[in-house]
């Protein structure tokens, strides 16, 4: 296991009970380098949205928390935010809730010369993904898939 993932996981173990406390959903948690920083990022989630007080009342009980565990070797910026529109379907559950709904995928190498598709969402398991796409059914590989998520329109 990575470093990455062992963070990942020992923050969502640290997060995931004062998430619950208020309510909220985990949506996910990531440790990611960007530039010349790492940021350690939750992403929470209610029915209805959630707020700037909601990320902040979190991020103060994840901070001390974080700050008890220590488990964090480098310098990082701790953020607590909504997932927002564009949110990625990352777990089961998520496929589970968008099963009839419209999503984009964006594939890594193009696919019959494309890169980015819409359609319904038609199924899902472990490996792939099976969308309605113009009429036609599609199937991603995962391993395919870049990006998958909701689409939305202005």
């Known amino acids: 296991m990575s470093k990455k993932e062992i963070y990942e996981q020992k923050a969502e173990a640290l997060i995931s009970p004062i998430v619950e406390k208020y309510g909220f959903e985990l949506v996910d948690v990531e440790y990611v380098k960007e530039g010349s920083s790492f940021y350690l990022r939750a992403y929470i989630d209610k029915p209805g949205g959630i707020t700037v007080d909601d990320c902040e009342t979190v991020s103060r009980e994840f901070s001390d928390k974080l700050d008890e565990a220590d488990f964090i070797e480098e310098a990082y910026i701790m953020e607590v ?62 391993a395919e898939i870049a990006l998958i998520r909701l689409a939305f329109d202005f």
Not at 93 to 102: A, L, M, V
Not at 107 to 130: H, M
Request: proline residues 5%.
């Open 81 to 142: 935010s909504s997932p927002g529109l564009g949110r990625p379907l990352k777990k089961e559950k998520d496929f589970k809730r968008s099963i009839g709904k419209e999503v984009e995928i964006r594939t890594y190498r193009p696919i019959d010369r494309e890169k980015e598709f819409y359609g319904i969402l038609k199924a899902y398991d472990e490996n792939s993904v099976t969308i309605d796409c113009e009429e036609k059914e599609r199937t991603f590989q995962k």
